[in-house]
């Protein structure tokens, strides 16, 4: 079984923000694969359903992103999970807008919801981190992150959350695999014109 939890914040208010990224990518997940409905549960919203032949959660903590491992904790412990069955997935401040990367434990990187998540898992959970660029200056990072995405970032907003969904079925041969199949799915497709395909081009 899969734990996916996506990080953000609860609310209308918050919903379009940076920081919702990772709540926007299981709630996507959740419904491209047809999971049931939300139940209130563990301090979050639980959804359940399968991604191919494995049973898989999807859990958006209710509470705040700084206390987003009680949730988490809690659902972990009650289905006698391991840290290595649970997928978080979240924004990710050094990575440039856009990108994505797979990687399991490390430190928190001054993201309070991982500092949390890690004080309730311990370090060693599988984490889904989806780019959404550094302002630049430290002092603007807490308004960057609780900012709406900017109008630009639909270009790569959208296909990014539906190839994350379309590819999750991946998560059950390991990090890798899903990584490199979501990569693969944002490739640009380049159609070559007619003098490139009549040279072989």
Known sequence: MLLLVGLGNPG?????????VGAMAVQAIADRHGFGPARKRFQGELREGRLDDEKALALQP????????RAAGEAMRFYRLSPADV????DELDLPAGKFRMKKGGGAAGHNGIRSLIAHLGPDFRRARIGI?????KNRVKRHVLSDFAKADADWLGPM????????????????????????ALEPKVKPNAEGAENGV
């Open 62 to 69: 209710t509470t705040f992103m700084n206390e987003s491992g």
């Open 12 to 20: 209308a208010r918050y919903a379009g923000h940076r920081h919702n």
């Open 87 to 90: 997928v978080v997935f979240y």
């Open 133 to 137: 660029g550094h302002p630049g200056d």
């Open 161 to 184: 959350l539906a190839a994350l969904a379309d590819q999750a079925a991946a998560l059950i041969d390991g990090d890798s695999q899903y990584m490199n199949r979501v990569h693969l």
